[in-house]
């Protein structure tokens, strides 16, 4: 498919949640949109982006570098982490660890590709049978750890502030059952 804009390819918005499928070339600035909620729409070419074949949390995030740390427990492992194979993983969603330029990026586009990465990690982590995740969201205002936390509640998961000796106030821990 490549990143050539067609119609019938499929495509997410820059500013909205949601999909859609191209279903009209307007002009050379703006196509019509059906939308996953059934509604047709114009949209601007510019406010669209192009979903290839793979999943759209891996499209949107193969420039993403990885930065999960994945690590086994020490011999000390609670009888808990070895049922669950003692694997903890850590990700950073400091916005500077996932995308090399953003400053042109406006606070609710900030907040939006921290979450989005956040739950593609909480699903890679769920098939890798993860036990615990540390979600390292910073202390700031506190808007990106309200995100997360209203994220997690989509999950059947136990979640806590970290440990505040190793991680102070910004991070959530994520336990898997």
């Not at 499928?21 to 070419?45: C, P, S, T, W």
């Not at 606070?107 to 769920?126: G, P």
Request: aromatic share 8%; net charge neutral; charged share 30%.
């Amino acid at each position: 498919m490549g990143n050539k804009l067609d119609i019938d390819v499929i495509v997410s918005f820059k500013d909205e949640v949601g999909k859609g499928k191209v279903l009209k070339m307007i002009n050379n600035h703006q196509v019509l949109i059906l939308r996953d909620d059934g509604f047709e729409e114009i949209y601007a070419i510019n406010d669209l982006i192009i979903l290839s074949e793979e999943t759209s949390m891996e499209s949107a995030y193969k420039h993403i570098p990885t930065c999960n740390k994945e690590y086994t427990l020490s011999n000390k492992t609670s009888k808990r982490h070895k049922k669950n194979n003692g694997i903890i993983w850590e990700v950073d969603l400091h916005i500077e660890h996932l995308v090399d330029n953003h400053r042109n990026l406006s606070n609710y586009e900030i907040v939006q590709l921290q979450i989005r990465h956040c739950e593609f990690t909480i699903e890679k982590a769920i098939k890798n049978n993860v036990s615990k995740l540390v979600v390292i969201h910073g202390k700031g205002e506190g808007v990106l750890k309200e995100e997360v936390r209203v994220l997690l509640k989509k999950y059947k998961v136990v979640a806590k502030d970290a440990d505040f000796r190793i991680y102070g106030l910004g991070a959530t821990e994520v336990l898997f059952y």
